[in-house]
């Protein structure tokens, strides 16, 4: 089982929709959860981060974190054509001294 | 504010050769990282330094991989020999502790390395 697992996609919505990407990880102690952007042939950017269990909202961007179920999400609302890009879910391995261990990312392409 | 800075941004070299990358962290950010991207993959740690020392480096492979950062601020990756499987993005990174006391790392724009 990977730490850090997620959908590699592509997960394709229309424009204005909602886009939902998941993330599911095996380190019951890890306390804190990252969600990179990454256009193509571009580096990782960081978009939000989230340590409480809930919803956390920054602008379309809302991050839902279900530390009992090992989830971690992140839904994009009225998806535009520029968030086309891989979504990249990092979490914070207690098991491994802190150290970030990420996922191989979910490519979203929004569609006008 | 100026992000992580990396060079060279693309290099080609033949298999058996020397390779070295460059990194910048941001201003004040005391933990530096080394990412290894493979295409279609997330990165992956290849080593972590606080300041000027390497606090994991578990994954790198100390056969051919070599890290540096002498002075607490700029490090260089080297490889030598350079293998066809080294071909990959290169990242570093560089964090601060947020106010929840975790890392938020920041990425340098990345290295392209083709081994041919």
């Known amino acids: 089982q990977k730490e850090v697992e997620q959908n590699s996609g592509p997960l394709s919505v229309p424009e204005g929709a909602i886009a939902s990407l998941n993330c599911t990880y095996s380190d019951r102690g890890s306390q804190s959860f990252f969600w990179y952007r990454q256009y193509s042939g571009k580096s990782p950017e960081l978009i939000m981060f989230i340590y409480s269990n809930g919803d956390k909202e920054d602008g379309r961007f809302t991050a839902q974190l279900n530390k009992a179920s090992q989830y971690v999400s992140l839904l994009i609302r009225d998806s535009q054509p520029s968030d086309s890009a891989t979504y990249l879910c990092?979490?914070?391995?207690?098991?491994?001294?802190?150290?970030?261990?990420f996922g191989q990312g979910t490519e979203l392409s929004v569609k006008p | 504010e100026a992000g992580v800075v990396q060079s060279p941004r693309y290099k080609i070299i033949e298999k058996k050769q020397p390779v070295a990358f460059w990194c910048n962290p941001i201003?004040?950010?005391?933990?530096l990282y080394w990412y290894r991207q493979n295409l279609g993959q997330g990165p992956e740690l290849l080593i972590r330094?606080?300041?000027?020392?390497?606090?994991?480096d578990s994954q790198l492979p100390k056969d051919r991989f070599s890290a540096e950062r002498l002075k607490g601020v700029d490090s260089t990756l080297k490889i030598q020999p350079a293998e066809l499987g080294d071909s990959a993005v290169y990242l570093c990174?560089?964090?601060?502790?947020?106010?929840?006391?975790?890392?938020?790392?920041?990425f340098g724009p990345g290295t392209r390395l083709l081994v041919l």
């Open positions: 990092a979490v914070n391995s207690h098991n491994q001294g802190g150290k970030l261990i």
């Open positions: 330094y606080e300041n000027e020392e390497a606090v994991d």
């Open positions: 201003s004040g950010h005391n933990t």
């Open positions: 990174a560089s964090s601060s502790r947020t106010s929840g006391g975790s890392e938020t790392q920041y």
